[in-house]
């Protein structure tokens, strides 16, 4: 009897034991995914776990030790929780106390980089309350804050938009615009690339030169090597007086070549050692003349699939295209359409249209639906438009352009709706419905991992849960 207590003890303590062995393993290896810095730390500071991001946040390398909270960065932990707490409208006491979680910011110096950390600490108890640790979660909030302080700084050039991969792309603009890095923006008519190229010339050193632009399609054929580099008098018949290139004229400012996609072949030479060796000859002259520009460049093609069947030089691509930015359409941020319905109007407003525009719901579905072929430019128009052909400042269905009416009557389920906007909204069902698909194409892209998916969507994770339930997608 006694053997056979023993025998099932033993069996119960060794299930115990596998049973805390895997849970453990389970959650090292959740931990191991997540992509916050997590540190368990003593009330005194001793770290007892940390997992590796925390190392390439607080640029720590694999040989230094972390055994203190004073090893990650120099801050005053005391002091830094103190103020968290005055911070959120209590004192420090009252809000360990009250077991919440604090949370506050720092900007540190991370091996040669300044980031932003976002800190949230927690104290967590064993079931005796006479063993506490503190659950140290740190988020890399760098690329949002530098984002809102361009945003906040006006320096978006009017770019208008509040989808997580549109402001990736303002994000990377801010960031390259330092550099004299050659930008080629690639994205379908009316996107915004020439927007794009102004923000970076803006947000870069050279913004006290001029921004000279070229679109490649718009210039004939005979008179592009004249327009790129400038000619003498005489140069050619009708070379009535010497004139300066673009080339030129961009000195110590940004070179913007738009639609290069267009530029005939036996040119692409030519501009491939122009750009290269930034040296050139005027047409009718033997003199090189030295320029020094930023080269953004932007088209509408797809200049890899371009290289793919011999009609753009590689070596020309590879030269232009050291930063590609890709600018997404509007179809695929269909989140923006409120914004810059809301934008366009306040901007007729501005120009002296009554502040009465009002859109029918039955308005907002149809530019919900629209897929948007000419883009943002198409968008525009269409306010514009409805604003005009409006019954008394009412946006109807019938004063929006033929090519959106016609297609709105094809399509009779509507096309789910972004953020319903100040005006009239385009209703409940259809936002939930927008929703639904969002949170579901964002679940999708981060295999399922909510962190990634709020991170994706620019929500925080709370935010996401509670659409979650509300979409009936939680469970
Ligand atoms: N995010 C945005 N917010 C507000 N307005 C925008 C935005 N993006 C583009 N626009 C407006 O849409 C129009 C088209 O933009 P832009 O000329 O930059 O596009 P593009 O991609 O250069 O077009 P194209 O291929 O025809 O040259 C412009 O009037 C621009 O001001
Ligand atoms: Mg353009």
């Given at each position: 009897?006694?053997?056979?207590?023993?025998?099932?003890?033993?069996?119960?303590?060794?299930?115990?034991?596998?049973?805390?062995?895997?849970?453990?393993?389970?959650?090292?290896?959740?931990?191991?995914?997540?992509?916050?810095?997590?540190?368990?730390?003593?009330?005194?500071?001793?770290?007892?776990?940390?997992?590796?991001?925390?190392?390439?946040?607080?640029?720590?390398?694999?040989?230094?030790?972390?055994?203190?909270?004073?090893?990650?960065c120099h801050i005053n932990w005391s002091k830094r929780l103190a103020r968290a707490a005055i911070d959120s409208g209590g004192d420090y006491g009252t809000l360990v106390a009250s077991d919440r979680s604090i949370h506050f910011e720092e900007k540190i110096h991370?091996?040669?980089?300044?980031?932003?950390?976002?800190?949230?600490?927690?104290?967590?108890?064993?079931?005796?309350?006479?063993?506490?640790?503190?659950?140290?979660?740190?988020?890399?909030?760098?690329?949002?804050?530098?984002?809102?302080?361009?945003?906040?700084?006006?320096?978006?050039?009017?770019?208008?938009?509040?989808?997580?991969?549109?402001?990736?792309?303002?994000?990377?603009?801010?960031?390259?615009?330092?550099?004299?890095?050659?930008?080629?923006?690639?994205?379908?008519?009316?996107?915004?690339?020439?927007?794009?190229?102004?923000?970076?010339?803006?947000?870069?050193?050279?913004?006290?030169?001029?921004?000279?632009?070229?679109?490649?399609?718009?210039?004939?054929?005979?008179?592009?090597?004249?327009?790129?580099?400038?000619?003498?008098?005489?140069?050619?018949?009708?070379?009535?007086?010497?004139?300066?290139?673009?080339?030129?004229?961009?000195?110590?400012?940004?070179?913007?070549?738009?639609?290069?996609?267009?530029?005939?072949?036996?040119?692409?030479?030519?501009?491939?050692?122009?750009?290269?060796?930034?040296?050139?000859?005027?047409?009718g002259s033997n003199e090189t003349l030295n320029v020094n520009f930023r080269l953004v460049s932007a088209s509408n093609i797809n200049l890899r699939d371009a290289v793919d069947t011999n009609q753009f030089r590689p070596d020309l691509y590879y030269r232009i295209?050291?930063?590609?930015?890709?600018?997404?359409?509007?179809?695929?941020?269909?989140?923006?359409?409120?914004?810059?319905?809301?934008?366009?109007?306040?901007?007729?407003?501005?120009?002296?249209?009554?502040?009465?525009?009002?859109?029918?719901?039955?308005?907002?579905?149809?530019?919900?639906?629209?897929?948007?072929?000419?883009?943002?430019?198409?968008?525009?128009?269409?306010?514009?438009?409805?604003?005009?052909?409006?019954?008394?400042?009412?946006?109807?269905?019938?004063?929006?352009?033929?090519?959106?009416?016609?297609?709105?009557?094809?399509?009779?389920?509507?096309?789910?709706?972004?953020?319903?906007?100040?005006?009239?909204?385009?209703?409940?069902?259809?936002?939930?419905?927008?929703?639904?698909?969002?949170?579901?194409?964002?679940?999708?892209?981060?295999?399922?991992?909510?962190?990634?998916?709020?991170?994706?969507?620019?929500?925080?994770?709370?935010?996401?849960?509670?659409?979650?339930?509300?979409?009936?997608?939680?469970?």
């Amino acid at each position: 009897m006694i053997e056979a207590i023993a025998a099932a003890t033993t069996r119960n303590t060794r299930s115990t034991v596998d049973y805390l062995t895997t849970t453990h393993e389970v959650l090292e290896s959740i931990i191991d995914q997540i992509n916050d810095g997590i540190v368990i730390a003593s009330p005194e500071g001793t770290i007892s776990y940390h997992n590796e991001v925390i190392r390439g946040l607080f640029g720590i390398g694999k040989e230094t030790r972390i055994d203190h909270l004073k090893d990650l960065c120099h801050i005053n932990w005391s002091k830094r929780l103190a103020r968290a707490a005055i911070d959120s409208g209590g004192d420090y006491g009252t809000l360990v106390a009250s077991d919440r979680s604090i949370h506050f910011e720092e900007k540190i110096h991370a091996g040669d980089s300044i980031r932003f950390l976002e800190f949230t600490i927690k104290r967590l108890f064993s079931h005796s309350r006479h063993h506490e640790v503190r659950v140290i979660v740190v988020r890399d909030v760098s690329a949002k804050r530098r984002l809102e302080a361009t945003l906040q700084s006006g320096g978006t050039c009017g770019l208008i938009t509040s989808s997580p991969e549109m402001l990736k792309v303002l994000e990377k603009a801010r960031q390259i615009a330092a550099s004299d890095a050659s930008v080629m923006l690639q994205g379908e008519s009316g996107t915004g690339k020439s927007c794009v190229a102004r923000l970076i010339h803006e947000q870069s050193t050279r913004n006290r030169y001029p921004m000279v632009e070229v679109n490649c399609a718009a210039v004939p054929e005979t008179l592009m090597e004249s327009e790129f580099f400038g000619h003498t008098k005489g140069a050619f018949t009708g070379a009535h007086d010497l004139r300066q290139g673009k080339f030129q004229a961009a000195d110590h400012g940004t070179l913007f070549l738009d639609e290069i996609g267009e530029l005939p072949l036996h040119l692409q030479a030519k501009i491939l050692h122009a750009i290269e060796d930034r040296r050139f000859q005027m047409l009718g002259s033997n003199e090189t003349l030295n320029v020094n520009f930023r080269l953004v460049s932007a088209s509408n093609i797809n200049l890899r699939d371009a290289v793919d069947t011999n009609q753009f030089r590689p070596d020309l691509y590879y030269r232009i295209a050291v930063i590609p930015i890709n600018i997404p359409p509007l179809r695929d941020r269909i989140g923006d359409v409120p914004l810059l319905v809301n934008h366009f109007c306040d901007d007729l407003v501005a120009r002296g249209h009554k502040d009465n525009i009002k859109v029918t719901k039955a308005a907002w579905q149809a530019l919900l639906n629209y897929p948007w072929p000419g883009n943002i430019r198409e968008l525009n128009n269409a306010v514009e438009h409805g604003v005009i052909c409006s019954d008394n400042g009412i946006v109807d269905v019938d004063s929006l352009p033929q090519d959106i009416r016609l297609y709105s009557r094809e399509v009779p389920a509507a096309r789910p709706a972004a953020q319903a906007p100040n005006l009239e909204g385009p209703g409940e069902e259809n936002a939930l419905r927008n929703q639904q698909i969002e949170l579901q194409e964002a679940l999708e892209k981060a295999h399922g991992s909510k962190a990634l998916a709020a991170q994706i969507l620019g929500i925080d994770r709370t935010t996401l849960w509670r659409r979650m339930q509300k979409a009936g997608l939680a469970g």
